[in-house]
């Protein structure tokens, strides 16, 4: 929390972009940090994605300082004059255009004047980038602009008719209603355009066509630029920051082994409601971190260990079925484990006076959709399995060793803790607990 801000000063006064050897130090930095110079079991990318993707939310350096540059983005939308004096030079900067048309015209953008502006084109680099992220295009959209647009040429020149310009008709939206042209009788009556003004109707109907050929494609603006373009402040720069975050839509949880083991096939949704309840239903850091390394299955096995050549067989050594020691049987099927769970889902569901199945989709992934709706039962019950799975972890080298007494221990003093700093009607809910564990 103290470097991220002087960083972020950085990116907001300097506006030339580090090169990427300067971000990946800075990544390997992190990296090395959180894992104490070990190989990192979670990559960074992952850590990075916001909490219902699987992540963390660490920063994203690299986002943060699109995120600036995105800011000057904004500002051109929704300036005035005077508003802010570096507007007002930029824009002098860019002669006939206005400052915010740039983001809706093609890199040609670059053979302009106001482009060895480096404030100006730092910008334009990020938003292109921006786009690129988002899987948007905006060549042409409706707010592509008509007049002195480096893409809307006629004998290599760009067009302005003034008349036009001056009536309101600005983009490519005021010419064109879904894939056509709207008649010129009707920018006659809408705009009050000269009906002398038919010659060159045609000459910008003719040049957007070879351009552009709208008649194939309505014209749209993607749904990501629409959400950026209502971004406002306070806390622009975290808003814009948080839009980046969300680009990567995908969950970055090892899903295809999960269903594999429970032998299920479950939605995206699944998946991020999984995540989030993780942070949404314990309170304390160090079981979030817990159920957060379960879910990414970070802990080494047995067979994990045979597969990197540190034993000699892959095989359970705390059971007799001679079964591979993989994530699954280590967690549940392994005989003393599994014996374990049922201890625990008895005891619960008999003091809290709830259906607590023994099930590793309630158990290890903690999906309490079909246990109870009511919150407090919830987070209790979250709070108490996540204990459990501490209680394995603890014994994950002798899995024998593991008792219920041992599990009781760790909750009582998990309770203790909690409601010394809780309120009265908080330290009221632990109360069936305090009283089966005592």
């Keep these: 929390m103290m470097v991220l801000p002087k960083i972020n000063y950085l990116f907001s006064m300097i506006p030339t972009k580090p ?43 690299q986002h943060y300082f699109l995120a600036n540059r995105l800011q000057f983005i904004s500002g051109w939308q929704k300036h005035t004059l005077l508003d802010e004096p570096w507007l007002d030079v930029e824009q002098a900067l860019c ?10 015209i093609s890199s040609n953008i670059q053979r302009h004047e106001c482009f060895k502006s480096i404030n100006i084109s730092s910008s334009l680099t990020a938003w292109w980038e921006f786009l690129k992220l988002t899987e948007s295009s905006l060549i042409p959209c409706k707010r592509t602009p008509i007049w002195n647009n480096p893409d809307i040429l006629q004998n290599n020149n760009m067009i302005n008719f003034s008349d036009w310009s001056g009536k309101g008709i600005k983009y490519l939206e005021h010419i064109l209603e879904g894939t056509e042209f709207i008649p010129f009788d009707r920018l006659v009556t809408q705009y009050g355009i000269n009906k002398k003004r038919f010659l060159e109707y045609q000459q910008i109907k003719s040049i957007v066509k070879k351009r552009f050929k709208p008649g194939q494609v309505e014209l749209q603006t993607p749904p990501s630029v629409v959400q950026f373009l209502t971004l406002k402040t306070p806390k622009l720069l975290s808003k814009i920051y948080r839009t ?73 050594s705390h059971c007799q079925t001679n079964s591979p020691d993989n994530y699954i049987h280590a967690l549940w099927f392994c005989p003393p ?49 996540c204990i459990a799975k501490k209680t394995v972890l603890m014994n994950w080298k002798n899995k024998n060793n593991l008792n219920s007494n041992q599990y009781r221990n760790y909750l009582l003093d998990h309770i203790s803790l909690d409601t010394a700093s809780a309120t009265t009607s908080d330290q009221l809910l632990w109360a069936p607990l305090i009283s089966s564990i005592t």
């Design 19 to 61: 090169r990427q050897d300067w971000f990946r130090s800075l990544d390997s930095y992190m990296s090395k940090f959180l894992w104490k110079d070990k190989p990192p079991r979670i990559s960074l990318k992952t850590l990075q994605k916001t909490k219902d993707k699987g992540g963390l939310e660490l920063p994203n350096f």
């Design 95 to 104: 002669n006939n255009l206005e400052i915010s048309d740039l983001p809706f």
């Design 244 to 316: 980046l975050s969300k680009t990567d839509e995908s969950i970055s949880l090892p899903i295809a082994k999960w269903e594999a083991d429970l032998s299920v096939n479950l939605d995206q949704n699944f998946w991020s409601q999984i995540c989030l309840k993780t942070f949404h239903l314990i309170r304390n850091p160090s079981l979030q971190l817990i159920q957060y390394k379960i879910l990414h299955r970070v802990h080494y096995t047995g067979h994990r260990m045979f597969k990197m050549g540190f034993t000699s067989t892959n095989n359970c």
């Design 337 to 385: 484990v599994q014996k374990f769970w049922r201890e625990i889902c008895e005891d619960l569901s008999k003091c809290l006076k709830c259906n607590i199945p023994t099930s590793p989709l309630v158990c290890l992934l903690g999906s309490l959709d079909y246990v109870t709706t009511e919150k407090n039962i919830a987070h209790m019950v979250f709070t108490a399995l």
